[in-house]
């Protein structure tokens, strides 16, 4: 997203602050990708590179950036578009599947004393349920 903060635009609110809560300088840059788009809208990473100077997670982006060889990530990669944007999906669906069972889990938990928590976790877990099916790998023919 550091490369195509496009990727960034094109993700809905609830997985803007499902990264922006990770913990740690994952979750402290993605808010801080979230800021940097919310007051500049899509930027180049040149732009986002100068932005992150002396902040606490600069290192962890310049990491991310950094192709294997040593060159900048994203400009000689020959990962095709629609490949990083499929890994890029799956990463994601996996987050949410995640936070999904999480909030079944405490919907669960409120079954005793909430009547519609049984409602919500049907509701979650079929939502979860619906987003396993697309990251489970096509099936031979």
Not at 33 to 39: F, N, S, V
Not at 98 to 116: C, F, N, T, V, Y
Request: with cysteine; aromatic share 6%; glycine share 6%.
């Amino acid at each position: 997203m550091l490369a195509d903060m496009a990727a960034w635009e094109a993700q809905p609110h609830e997985v803007h602050a499902l990264l922006c809560e990770l913990p740690g300088e994952h979750g402290q840059l993605f808010a801080w990708l979230d800021r940097q788009w919310q007051e500049h809208g899509v930027q180049p990473w040149a732009a986002l590179r100068e932005g992150l100077r002396g902040a606490a997670f600069e290192a962890l982006a310049e990491r991310l950036m950094t192709g294997p060889d040593g060159s900048p990530a994203g400009y000689a990669d020959a990962t095709p578009a629609a490949e990083a944007q499929a890994e890029l999906r799956n990463v994601i669906d996996r987050l949410v599947v995640d936070h999904l069972k999480a909030l079944e889990r405490d919907a669960i938990d409120q079954m005793g004393s909430d009547p519609q928590a049984l409602a919500r976790f049907r509701a979650l877990q079929e939502r979860r349920r619906l987003i396993e099916l697309r990251l489970k790998p096509d099936l031979p023919a």
